[in-house]
């Protein structure tokens, strides 16, 4: 079973930066995307960036100039990179990785516990 663990968040004055890691275990392969989403509360989980095996990536517009998402094969992680931080970037943050391998028709999906950022103005 993929355990995956995010690290790095805290508490981060605005115009200021963080790193988040993603550590990715018990894997045998078998997967093709990785991403960051974020959660403000009463709201629905959302994309911040992902990146898949062919190194294509994406970001949401709040996102573009100021994330970057990268991935370490040799260590099994994956990193967020969060400069010029806004106070509207405060969320909490979950890591996700994607299977190649399906059931019931879709994609085995695993998450991490999340890892909270609280951007102050």
């Known amino acids: 079973q993929v355990q995956l663990v995010e690290s790095g968040g805290g508490w981060v004055q605005a115009g200021g930066s963080l790193r988040l890691s993603c550590a990715i275990s018990?894997?045998?392969?078998?997967?093709?995307?990785w991403g960051w989403y974020r959660q403000f509360p009463g709201k629905e989980r959302e994309l911040v960036a992902q990146?898949?095996?062919?190194?294509?990536?994406d970001y949401a517009d709040s996102a573009k100039g100021r994330f970057a998402i990268s991935r370490d094969n040799a260590r099994n992680t994956v990193y967020l990179q969060m400069n010029s931080l806004k106070s509207e970037d405060t969320a909490r943050y979950y890591c996700?990785?994607?299977?190649?391998?399906?059931?019931?028709?879709?994609?085995?999906?695993?998450w991490g516990q999340g890892t909270q950022v609280t951007v102050s103005s």
């Open positions: 996700k990785a994607t299977s190649y391998f399906t059931l019931g028709g879709e994609n085995l999906e695993y």
């Open positions: 990146v898949s095996s062919t190194g294509t990536t």
């Open positions: 018990g894997s045998g392969g078998g997967l093709y995307l």
